[in-house]
């Protein structure tokens, strides 16, 4: 187990910090938590792997495949990453 688990709003932060690293036009600040990131940021595929690499990078969380379905929101994704870094 982590011992230095981090909060849902860290997770949010890091999240909003890498679409912003991604998309440096797009203000993360101003999507809301249940919208799909994706289509507010107008991130293509590409640019979603990049976000999920740079979300890797920073907590050591992969995403796999599978669940991105489970991690459309910046919500949804900081609530998976929080649930993954307190295992």
């Given amino acids: 187990m982590n011992t230095t688990a981090r909060t849902l709003d860290d997770m949010i932060a890091?999240?909003?910090?890498?679409?912003?690293?991604?998309?440096?036009?797009?203000?993360?600040?101003?999507?809301?938590?249940?919208?799909?990131?994706?289509?507010?940021?107008?991130?293509?595929?590409?640019?979603?792997?990049?976000?999920?690499?740079?979300?890797?990078?920073r907590t050591g969380v992969a995403v796999p495949e599978l669940d991105y379905p489970d991690v459309m929101t910046i919500e949804a994704l900081a609530r998976y990453l929080v649930d993954r870094d307190s295992a």
């Fill in 14 to 57: 890091v999240v909003r910090e890498a679409i912003e690293r991604v998309a440096p036009d797009v203000d993360a600040q101003a999507i809301p938590l249940a919208a799909e990131y994706r289509q507010e940021a107008e991130l293509d595929s590409m640019d979603f792997l990049a976000l999920l690499a740079a979300i890797e990078d």
